[in-house]
C-alpha cells in the first residue's frame, strides 16, 4: 500500500511544480503557452487536454466557448495512461441521434458496468433487452396506485413529523446545519421505506451514522476514484484489498447482507398474508413487494424469485432516490436563499391553490387529491426545473456505440469509443436554451422572468 500511494503522491507533486514553475515565470514562452490555454484546450504529450481543463476548473463559460467555438462538439483527448478520451457533444441533433433515434447502437458498455460493479444488474448498469425488461417493470411499479398512495404517505409523514420539527429545533438552538446532509437523510429514508417497508430513521435530532447510508457514500467516492487513476492501479488495489477499493469492497457485502434481511422478512410477510387469507386490496405497497410479485410471462429476463434480482433493484432505487433527489433540493433552496421574489411568488401560489391547514377542505389526501392539486402549482414547478437546467443531478451521460456509426453533425464515431453528453453544460448554452449574457447571469431563475 505505501509503495502505491507513494507513486501516485510522486506523480502528483512533480505536476504541481511543473505548474508551478510555468504560473510563476513571466517569459515570452509562458505567455504563449498561457494564450493557448485561454484560446483552445492544448493537447499536450502524455497529459492530453487535462491540464488546460483544469484551468478552466469551475469556469463555465470557458467551456461553453469551447463548445460553441467547435459547432457544439469537440473530441477531447485525456492523458495517455488514462481512458479519458471521447467526444463531447450538446448538439441537439446528436443528442437525439444517441438517445432516441439510433438508441440501440449506443449503449453504457461492459467497461461502464465494471466501474459500477457494485450495483449489480440493475437497470443503471443494464443494456438491450434486459434494459427494456428493467424499465418496462419499473414503469408499471412506480406507477401501481398502492406505490403512489404509499409514496406519498410516507413523504407527507416524513415532511410533517420530522423534516418541519427539526428545522424547528435548529432553528430555536441557532444550529448551523448542512442542508444537503439533512435531505440526502430525508431522501435516504424516504426511499428505503417506500423500497422495502423499512425506516431506517437516519434523519433526526441525533443525526445517527446508518450502516446502509455509508455504504452507499463510500461506493460512491470509490467508484469516483476509478475514473480519476489509471485502471491498473484500481485494479492492483482491488486484488490486494488496499484503500478505495478496500471499502468499496466492504460496502458491497454491507448491501449483500442488508439486502439480504429485508428480502427475506418481505417473503415472509407474503407467506404470511398468503396463509392468513387476507387478500390485500393493494391501498399501499412498497417496491420490493411489487418486484416479488412480478409477472414473469410479461418481463421474460426478470426473476422475482432470485435474490440476486431483488438485492440489485433495492440497491439501485435507493442510490436513484436519495442523491439525485436530494442534490436537486439542496440547490434549489440554495437558489431561492438568492432569490427572494421568486420565493415569494411561490409562497403567493401556494397559499392561492392548496387548501388551509386546519379548515375542512384539509383531510386524508389520496395520492389522486395531491396530484390535482400539485398540478396547480405552475410557477413552482417551473422552478424546479430552472433548478435542474443550472444543477442536474445527473452532471453528464456517457454512451457507447456497438458499431461505428457518423453523427448528424458529421462527425464519424468508433465502435466501443466514448460519446459524453455534459448536461450541466447543455443547461448553460446560450445557442440551446436561448439563455443571455455569462453563467453568472444565469446562475438564477431569470428565465423565469419572461
Same mark, same amino acid.
Given at each position: ?41 492544448? #493537447?499536450?504529450? !502524455? ?20 463548445? =460553441? ?35 440501440? #447502437? ?7 458496468? =465494471? ?19 428493467? %424499465? ?89 476514484? %476509478? ?17 478505495? =477499493? ?34 390485500? #386490496? ?17 418481463? /421474460? ?6 435474490? +440476486? ?87 453528464? =451521460?456517457?454512451?457507447?456505440?456497438? +458499431?461505428?456509426? !457518423? ?11 466514448? !460519446? ?20 453568472? /447571469? ?9
Amino acid at each position: 500500500m505505501a509503495s502505491i500511494s507513494l507513486f501516485e503522491a510522486s506523480i502528483s507533486f512533480f505536476c504541481f511544480l511543473v505548474f508551478c514553475y510555468f504560473l510563476n515565470k513571466k517569459h515570452s514562452c509562458y505567455m504563449r503557452i498561457k494564450k493557448s490555454f485561454q484560446s483552445y484546450p492544448w #493537447n499536450w504529450p !502524455v497529459l492530453g487536454m487535462l491540464p488546460a481543463v483544469l484551468m478552466r476548473l469551475g469556469q463555465i463559460d470557458d467551456i461553453i466557448w469551447v463548445l =460553441e467555438k467547435n459547432n457544439l462538439t469537440f473530441i477531447f483527448r485525456g492523458p495517455w495512461f488514462t481512458r479519458l478520451h471521447g467526444l463531447i457533444t450538446v448538439d441537439p441533433a446528436n443528442i437525439h441521434h444517441v438517445l432516441s433515434s439510433n438508441f440501440s #447502437n449506443y449503449i453504457k458498455g461492459p467497461k461502464f458496468k =465494471e466501474y459500477f460493479d457494485v450495483f449489480g444488474d440493475g437497470i443503471f448498469n443494464a443494456d438491450t433487452e434486459l434494459w427494456k425488461n428493467l %424499465r418496462m417493470s419499473s414503469q408499471t411499479v412506480l406507477n401501481h396506485q398502492g406505490f403512489q398512495n404509499l409514496s406519498m404517505s410516507v413523504t407527507t409523514s416524513k415532511l410533517k413529523d420530522v423534516l418541519l420539527p427539526l428545522f424547528s429545533r435548529f432553528s430555536e438552538d441557532g444550529t448551523v446545519v448542512d442542508l444537503q446532509d439533512v435531505f440526502r437523510r430525508l431522501m435516504f429514508d424516504i426511499s428505503l421505506v417506500t423500497i422495502t417497508g423499512s425506516d431506517p430513521q437516519s434523519l433526526s435530532i441525533e443525526m445517527p451514522e446508518v450502516e446502509f447510508a455509508k455504504a452507499f457514500d463510500n461506493a460512491g467516492e470509490a467508484i469516483l476514484f %476509478r475514473h480519476i487513476i489509471p485502471r491498473f492501479l484500481w485494479e492492483l488495489q482491488k486484488r490486494m484489498g488496499l484503500g478505495k =477499493e478496500k471499502k468499496l469492497t466492504e460496502a458491497g457485502s454491507t448491501f449483500d447482507r442488508i439486502c439480504t434481511r429485508y428480502i427475506f422478512a418481505k417473503r415472509e410477510e407474503k407467506r404470511s398474508t398468503e396463509n392468513d387469507h387476507d387478500h390485500s #386490496n393493494g391501498e399501499s405497497e412498497d417496491l420490493l413487494t411489487s418486484h416479488i410479485k412480478l409477472d414473469t410471462s410479461k418481463y /421474460q429476463l426478470l426473476n422475482p424469485s432470485d435474490d +440476486k434480482f431483488l438485492r440489485d433493484t433495492i440497491v439501485t432505487f435507493i442510490f436513484a432516490g436519495r442523491d439525485s433527489t436530494s442534490s436537486a433540493l439542496t440547490w434549489f433552496f440554495g437558489l431561492l436563499s438568492r432569490n427572494p421574489h421568486v420565493e415569494a411568488k411561490i409562497r403567493q401560489e401556494i397559499k392561492k391553490n392548496l387548501p388551509i391547514a386546519g379548515t375542512s377542505q384539509e383531510g386524508p389526501w389520496s395520492a389522486i387529491d395531491h396530484k390535482e392539486f400539485l398540478n396547480k402549482l405552475v410557477y413552482l414547478h417551473g422552478a424546479l426545473y430552472e433548478t435542474m437546467r443550472l444543477y442536474p443531478p445527473v452532471p453528464f =451521460e456517457r454512451k457507447s456505440p456497438i +458499431k461505428s456509426d !457518423v453523427l448528424p453533425s458529421g462527425h464519424k464515431i468508433d465502435a466501443n469509443s466514448h !460519446v459524453i453528453i455534459p448536461i450541466y453544460a447543455l443547461g448553460r448554452m446560450r445557442s440551446v436554451c436561448r439563455t443571455h449574457g455569462s453563467s453568472s /447571469q444565469r446562475d438564477g431563475f431569470q428565465r423565469l422572468e419572461g
